[in-house]
């Protein structure tokens, strides 16, 4: 699994950091999402899928 930000459709909610905040942040520029870890391990896939699922501007992916 591997998770990628679009950060030109991020909205800057931050949804994404409160839900999971050791694979994502916002930065202190401009809000836009940072993905902090992008191969999370198997054992937080159901809360990054979550996580993922809640970005209103859907700039959040996953590869798998």
């Known amino acids: 699994m591997r ?3 679009d950060r030109s459709v991020c909205i800057g909610s931050g949804l994404c950091v409160l839900r999971l905040p050791e694979m994502f942040d916002q930065s202190d520029d401009d809000g836009i999402v940072l993905v902090l870890r992008s191969n999370p391990d198997p054992d937080q896939e159901e809360a990054v899928l979550t ?3 809640a970005c209103p ?3 959040l992916r996953v590869d798998r």
Do not use: E, H, L, Q
């Open 3 to 5: 998770v990628r930000a």
């Open 57 to 59: 501007s859907g700039a």
């Open 51 to 53: 996580a993922i699922a």
